[in-house]
């Protein structure tokens, strides 16, 4: 593989960079984990007004026609700021679904208001923390009506529909749901990160429409997760190299017997290692961009592997970013705490970090005896 981003793609990076850093600074994401509000309605309608939700839906439902090199560049800016809105909910999961299984009525229906942010979107699929289900839900499908829980589905207490994997008559199928529907119960979760809401969705005879082929949802979920999982890659090497950068700051910054921290050894060689992490990550990420944007028989184990480096890295630079600046990192007043609750999340956004890493394996092999 021969890749690298365009120029175009570089200016887009470069310009989403700037108008992030201008609307959305660390004070935002304090102000929403301080407040009641569960987004920033007002970054929200900024980011709409960029185009950014419209990005690779075509031109015909009103979107933008971009591809997904080009959401791959909006996705890091937006993981370096960590942007309190529910950009990867409606953006990677429920637009890509509606993308991939949707019939042209659908489409018409749902894509052009996605673009132009009048509904939020997303996917209900897991039934508890840390796994997804592919050996069927206790969510069921009958005449016409959902019966069942999910949890935790993203953004569940804000988004105007889901995407709802469930048990139909011929297996496992994906539907369309009105979340305003009075027959849904919401309960908003307590997470580690409030800046990016989940949700208990109880679905009690909840009107919902066949979204694909009956029998067809769990391989369409699949691909659409091995999407977004390259998206959220991207988001992560953001906010990486974003904990990375504020360690960096501050160790040089910071003076102790005479001396910048930054000029420890002990120092060197946490950010050396946050860096090397990083860096593998991205490049993992890069191999995840290429065969999403060339549909590349690659994709699934690309996907796995961006998505398991970019967790690690991710991690591991919110963690040791707090770790640089000392006792002060711990503190509430220190933005620390910020990309460190932003890595716990992500890394459980689509399936356990295990459950990534059974995929990468188990795909490898596939791929190695084919």
């Known amino acids: 593989m021969n890749f690298e981003f365009s120029d175009n793609q570089k200016l887009l990076k470069d310009q989403a960079n700037k108008f992030l850093a201008d609307k959305c600074p660390l004070t935002t994401v304090r102000t929403i984990l301080e407040g009641d509000e569960p987004y920033d309605k007002a970054l929200w309608n900024d980011i709409v007004n960029m185009g950014w939700t419209a ?8 979107g933008l026609g971009l591809g997904y090199l080009e959401l791959c560049m909006i996705a890091e800016e937006m993981g370096r700021s960590l942007a309190p809105v ?30 132009a942010g009048e509904l939020i979107g997303t996917v209900a699929d897991a ?57 849904i119960s919401k309960e908003v979760l307590s997470t580690l990160d409030p800046t990016r809401s989940q ?24 691909k659409v997760f091995d ?29 102790a017997f005479g001396r910048s921290i930054a000029s420890f050894q002990a120092m060197k060689h ?15 990420c890069y191999y995840g961009a290429w065969a999403l944007s060339t549909g590349d028989v690659e994709l699934p184990v690309a996907a796995a592997t961006a998505r398991v480096s970019a967790t690690k890295a ?6 040791e970013n707090i770790q640089i600046h000392g006792g002060m990192g711990f503190t509430w007043e220190f933005d620390c705490h910020f990309f460190y609750r932003r890595s716990k999340l992500l890394a459980d956004n689509l399936g356990s970090q295990s459950l990534w890493e059974e995929k990468l394996i188990s795909r490898v092999v596939a791929s190695t005896a084919a």
């Open 55 to 62: 990005a690779v839906i075509p031109e015909e439902f009103d």
């Open 86 to 115: 529910p950009f990867s909910s409606s953006v990677y999961l429920a637009t890509e679904a509606l993308l991939l299984s949707g019939n042209l009525e659908q489409k018409e229906q749902y894509l052009p208001k996605l673009a």
């Open 127 to 183: 039934e508890g923390y840390g796994s997804t289900s592919d050996e069927g839900y206790s969510v069921t499908f009958t005449d016409g009506r959902l019966t069942g829980e999910k949890m935790p589905v993203i953004d569940g207490d804000i988004a105007d529909f889901a995407v709802v994997a469930a048990n139909g008559a011929k297996g496992t199928s994906l539907y369309l749901v009105d979340l305003s529907d009075a027959s």
């Open 199 to 222: 949700a208990r969705l109880t679905f009690n005879g909840t009107p919902a429409q066949l979204l694909g082929e009956d029998g067809a949802g769990a391989l369409a979920l699949e």
């Open 227 to 255: 999407n977004a999982a390259v998206l959220f890659a991207f988001e992560q090497i953001g906010a990486a190299e974003a904990a990375l950068d504020a360690a960096k700051d501050y160790a040089m910054n910071r003076y």
């Open 270 to 284: 946490k950010m050396a290692d946050m860096f090397v992490a990083l860096e593998l990550a991205r490049s993992n």
């Open 314 to 319: 991710m991690y591991q630079c919110a963690k």
